[in-house]
């Protein structure tokens, strides 16, 4: 049985929330909080029982109950403490159902933070000290339900935030299949690793001239989009033609910017759900 320890991501710091956290008494870090710590609403879910991988590093499975008395599991990974995926309690058997994933991404000025509902199953079955957790067969993704951005000063929360987030995820899907899709990717041990590599690559306009890529275009048209002049002859020889205008204007490097975190989740994603879907030995830590 393989046990799954990947390397960490990104975390979010907020040295008031962290100082509030201890005076509560609270064990949860920042991490597992996720978007959820920024309007409270994690502290409506009690801890039933947590499990994960042994030496704390890798996956943890929490069973939680809501105040209205619902139950729930939620499995969450070191790689992406920002994301959470959530399913039904287990049956006799230890099956049970894939149900929505809750992920916040942050930037400088704000966040993304959405829940994005999931058709799956897998199996999590647990002794007295120990479990085993295992998805099964292919996880869909399905829609975004719920969301909040901040950018700034500015919240955008209800229809104006969903339609915002679906637009920027049908965007992200674009350019993270033209990624994978692209030949001799490194492994990324983490999303710090993930942007030294892209970035260069997407905007070798606003980096230095020695790190450009050697496909970088020297001659061509400028176009200016979101403050920056992009070498259009550049975007037509490196992008599929659906993003040559997503890049020219400036939403690429918003994008970016705003949801790298995001960008990050999305082309780790299908590696996320094979790990899972090998057996994972827990054990009980509370």
Not at 16 to 27: Q, R, S
Not at 224 to 230: H, P
Request: glycine residues 10%; hydrophobic residues 40%.
């Amino acid at each position: 049985m393989k046990r799954l320890g990947i390397s960490a991501g990104f975390f979010i710091g907020a040295a008031w929330l962290t100082a509030w956290l201890l005076v509560l008494g609270g064990c949860v870090s920042l991490a597992e909080l996720g978007g959820r710590a920024l309007d409270g609403s994690a502290f409506a879910e009690k801890t039933l029982a947590s499990y994960r991988v042994e030496p704390k590093r890798g996956t943890r499975v929490d069973r939680l109950r809501r105040k209205d008395g619902t139950e729930f599991i939620a499995i969450r990974t070191d790689s992406m403490p920002n994301l959470r995926l959530k399913g039904s309690l287990p049956d006799g058997a230890g099956n049970f159902y894939l149900t929505s994933l809750d992920f916040l991404s942050p930037n400088r000025d704000g966040w993304n933070e959405f829940t994005l509902e999931l058709s799956g199953s897998g199996s999590f079955t647990g002794s007295g000290t120990g479990a085993i957790l295992q998805l099964s067969g292919p996880v869909e993704t399905l829609d975004i339900s719920v969301g909040k951005i901040r950018r700034g000063a500015a919240r955008l929360t209800g229809a104006q935030a969903l339609t915002a987030l679906h637009n920027r995820r049908e965007r992200i899907l674009v350019i993270t299949q033209w990624m994978k899709d692209k030949p001799g990717l490194p492994v990324f041990a983490d999303q710090k690793a993930f942007e030294k590599y892209w970035k260069p690559i997407l905007f070798p306009e606003i980096v230095r001239a020695k790190e450009r890529p050697s496909t970088w275009v020297k001659d061509g048209p400028w176009v200016l989009g979101e403050d920056v002049k992009w070498r259009s002859a550049y975007t037509e020889a490196v992008f599929p033609e659906e993003l040559w205008p997503v890049r020219n204007s400036g939403t690429l490097l918003r994008d970016w910017e705003e949801a790298a975190g995001w960008i990050y989740l999305a082309f780790e994603w299908d590696h996320i759900l094979e790990l899972l879907s090998e057996k994972i030995e827990l054990t009980k830590i509370k």
